[in-house]
T-cell receptor
Framework: NAGVMQNPRHLVRRRGQEARLRCSPMKGHSHVYWYRQLPEEGLKFMVYLQKENIIDESGMPKERFSAEFPKEGPSILRIQQVVRGDSAAYFC????????????FGSGTRLTVV | TQLLEQSPQFLSIQEGENLTVYCNSSSVFSSLQWYRQEPGEGPVLLVT?????EVKKLKRLTFQFGDARKDSSLHITAAQPGDTGLYLCAGVASSGTYKYIFGTGTRLKVLA
């Protein structure tokens, strides 16, 4: 496992459809974070998860967005009934336990809503 | 709400020039990191600074954490086209969490 794996790299959805973004953390990492990035902007925190637990979802829109990190399998960021404003790059990162280890990011999923 | 402001927002320089990027906040951070992001890719961690006043060097890059742990700088000596990218600082939001808040970003372009 070379790093954090995100798929798909590119996702096109029509308005009203559902988008599912997957993230497999680096081996040994138990913390997963999702961030959203709009063109020419920085990264906006969305949600922080550990296995089977949501630790902090303060950056997640209250409606249509959900995230999970099951005991087995990748973390999933789910966007229901997508709208054009959801178009962005979504990055997943993982880390070890501890505040100073830093994140390893995936290459992102670029969501385009048409 | 803890915010990290970076300056300048954009920077275009000639190869061989020196530059400094700043990351400022009114909040204290227990640690701060710098990342570089290239188009179409995720950010890559460059360095973590933990102690107030700490200075770390990574080849031609020098990182400093402010004494009060509210600010940081990144200095690049003799910039090269390969340094082109988006530079992001990030700090741990508050104690008891591993969530990082990212700065507004500095987009650097080094011309050959």
């Amino acid at each position: 496992n070379a790093g954090v794996m995100q798929n798909p790299r590119h996702l096109v959805r029509r308005r009203g459809q559902e988008a599912r973004l997957r993230c497999s953390p680096m081996k040994g990492h138990s913390h997963v974070y999702w961030y959203r990035q709009l063109p020419e902007e920085g990264l906006k925190f969305m949600v922080y998860l550990q296995k089977e637990n949501i630790i902090d979802e303060s950056g997640m829109p209250k409606e249509r967005f959900s995230a999970e990190f099951p005991k087995e399998g990748p973390s999933i960021l789910r966007i229901q009934q997508v709208v054009r404003g959801d178009s962005a790059a979504y990055f997943c990162a993982s880390s070890l336990e501890g505040r100073n280890y830093g994140y390893t990011f995936g290459s992102g999923t670029r969501l385009t809503v048409v | 709400t803890q915010l990290l402001e970076q300056s300048p927002q954009f920077l275009s320089i000639q190869e061989g020039e020196n530059l400094t990027v700043y990351c400022n906040s009114s909040s204290v951070f227990s640690s701060l990191q710098w990342y570089r992001q290239e188009p179409g890719e995720g950010p890559v961690l460059l360095v973590t600074v933990v102690t107030g006043g700490e200075v770390k060097k990574l080849k031609r890059l020098t990182f400093q954490f402010g004494d009060a742990r509210k600010d940081s700088s990144l200095h690049i000596t003799a910039a090269q086209p390969g340094d082109t990218g988006l530079y992001l600082c990030a700090g741990v939001a508050s104690s008891g969490t591993y969530k990082y808040i990212f700065g507004t970003g500095t987009r650097l372009k080094v011309l050959a």
